[in-house]
């Protein structure tokens, strides 16, 4: 019984101010629609894919070469990129396709084709570049990547994001809310003079607003009514 009465006092305060959620929570999706059509910079990756023929025990050694500064130095001054090369670096990865020996080389740039170029380079001047470190030619480009007609954005979900957006704002406006009534002092309830006086509360007097003034007047004038239609 205790826990139905704390729930329905927790509605009850959420009620009362339920107009600082709804702005909340309005200017939560408003600000999660801007940053996700206007703000967020759209990535694109590209990948291709190269067949490393080595053990495995030497498949990891060569697939961190991939990203070594020899490499994406090389690469950086072939595009002329202003990137570091550890900057670049950290656009490319890597992956083994279900443990073979066949890596995919990805690469994510805010400029669709400047992604296709990179791990295009990437990948032939790893080939070469293993073949002089290493002195190993096992290393064979299978699909080099492509320029989609339609490149499609890999970090852009609009909904999502405004969705998002907006169970934030419901939540800090919740704790908004609930902080804003820890602080409130004032008597609400029958319940609060209780527990500030200690004593129990035998009636409460109904507010008098014009509403029930009318319906009283009313009444009265059904009632005169009657009497007269009895009387005569």
């Known amino acids: ?11 009850t305060v959420i009620k009362r101010r339920i107009m600082v959620v709804a702005v909340f929570v309005l200017l939560a999706g408003l600000v999660g629609t801007i940053y996700t ?3 967020k910079t759209p990535l694109y990756a590209s ?3 190269i067949l490393i023929q080595a053990t495995p025990e030497a498949m990891n050694t060569l697939r961190v070469i991939i990203k070594e500064p020899v490499v994406m130095q090389r690469v950086a001054q072939e595009l002329n990129l202003p990137q570091s ?3 670049l670096s950290g656009q490319i990865s890597t992956e083994n396709l279900q443990g073979s020996q066949i890596v995919i080389i990805t690469a994510v740039d805010a400029n669709p084709e400047r992604a296709v170029d990179i791990v295009n380079a990437t990948a032939a001047i790893y080939k070469e570049e293993v073949a002089r470190i290493m002195n190993f030619s096992g290393v064979q480009i299978l699909a080099e990547a492509e320029m989609s007609p339609y490149p499609m954005p890999i970090n852009q979900n609009h909904v999502s994001t405004i969705i998002t957006a907006l169970l934030v704002g419901c939540i800090l406006s919740v704790g908004l809310v609930f902080l804003l009534d820890s602080f409130d002092d004032t008597i609400k309830s029958e319940r609060d003079i209780e527990k500030l006086l200690g004593v129990p509360v035998l009636g409460s007097v109904s507010k008098n607003t014009r509403q029930n003034t009318s319906d009283k007047h009313s009444k009265k004038r059904l ?8 009387g005569s």
């Open 1 to 11: 019984m205790e826990k139905e009465i704390n729930l329905k006092s927790l509605f």
């Open 47 to 49: 990948s291709a894919r």
């Open 37 to 39: 059509f206007y703000l």
């Open 85 to 87: 090369p550890g900057a």
């Open 223 to 230: 009632e005169a009514l009657r009497g007269e239609s009895i």
